[in-house]
């Protein structure tokens, strides 16, 4: 067969495409969503994305590979440095061994170097082919991490838990980048990220940031996603809990027990204290993921000889939200 690469500027009918090869080559992967145009419309403004960082195989007019980049300043063994995310990675099943894959992650580690991008990152899970893959290019595995699932909780009234409120934003961005600007492979919750990470979701993946109060002072916060996605082979409503930030398991119970879907999931380093609380809680880890470097630059590879500790995982890397 013969294939055509381009950025994704030169592919028509962008989103529609890339939300039918998403479906198709994600279709078994557990905590997987389902997506469709509006939301790779949305996720294709991710800020430090654009149509000429992203890349995609065409045959004739259809898009049958693809990987998107968005270059953000991560937290890379103590130190922020530029990087390259990588995700979406797919191939149709109809297209695979002809290494398309191969072909667009070595056209965007060009891209990154052009941008100056010091390492690239991205998530796989480990039991799967594609880990292997991504070692053959020189990735390294940088951590473990889990989707982590429980049960709502039960309110104990312990903490005053509400929806935050617009004159909110400033402290509550305050709080989520004071507790993880120190875990490795966080961006920043700046103004353009939370615009996009929490004002301008696509409707079939809406989400709540709520906020506890104690004697009148907010001291934790956490953001609550629902989403479909594949559990245990079934599809499945959940809520998706992120940067969540709380002084106590109390705390953490509180603003759980806000969701609006009984199913909980999370993701965490498995060096993460916020993993640990979560399993005093009930929840358990069902599907493994790791976090995988490469470095380009000299800073990278040293700042990789750091022993690992924390890591952010990013929820709209993994699953989408």
């Not at 939300?19 to 509006?38: I, K, Q, R, T």
């Not at 509400?162 to 934003?169: L, N, W």
């Not at 400033?170 to 966080?186: D, I, T």
């Not at 470095?295 to 040293?302: D, K, L, N």
């Amino acid at each position: 067969m013969e294939y055509r690469f381009a950025t994704h500027r030169e592919v028509p009918r962008l989103w529609e495409q890339l939300a039918s090869l998403s479906n198709l080559a994600f279709a078994e992967y557990e905590g997987a969503p389902e997506v469709d145009a509006a939301f790779c419309n949305w996720y294709g403004r991710r800020p430090g994305s654009s149509l000429d960082v992203c890349i995609g195989a065409l045959s004739g007019d259809t898009l049958v590979a693809n990987v998107l980049v968005a270059i953000e300043e991560l937290n890379i063994g103590g130190e922020f440095i530029p990087c390259g995310i990588v995700d979406t990675v797919a191939t149709h099943p109809e297209h695979r061994k002809h290494g398309l894959a191969h072909r667009l992650m070595e056209m965007a580690h060009e891209i990154m170097r052009e941008y100056r991008v010091e390492a690239a990152v991205l998530y796989t899970n480990p039991e799967n082919h594609p880990y292997h893959f991504y070692g053959r290019l020189g990735y390294i595995t940088r951590t473990r991490a889990g989707l982590l699932t429980g049960e709502r909780p039960t309110a104990r009234a312990a903490y005053s838990v509400r929806p935050m409120r617009e004159g909110e934003v400033e402290a509550v961005r305050g709080l989520v980048n004071a507790r993880y600007s120190r875990y490795e492979g966080f961006a920043r919750l700046d103004e353009a990220l939370w615009q996009w990470h929490r004002v301008e979701r696509p409707a079939s993946m809406p989400a709540e940031v709520v906020v506890a109060e104690r004697q009148g002072q907010i001291v934790g916060t956490a953001a609550l996603a629902e989403v479909d996605v594949l559990l245990g082979g079934q599809r499945e409503r959940v809520t998706v809990a992120s940067d969540a930030v709380y002084p106590d398991t109390d705390c953490l119970r509180e603003m759980l027990a806000a969701s609006k879907q009984a199913r909980i999931t999370a993701l965490h380093g498995l060096l993460n204290p916020e993993k640990d609380d979560l399993e005093a809680l009930g929840f358990t880890t069902q599907v493994g993921e790791v976090s995988m470097v490469l470095p380009f630059s000299q800073r990278a590879q040293a700042l990789l000889g750091q022993p690992p500790g924390p890591w952010y995982v990013m929820v709209e890397s993994v699953v989408g939200v």
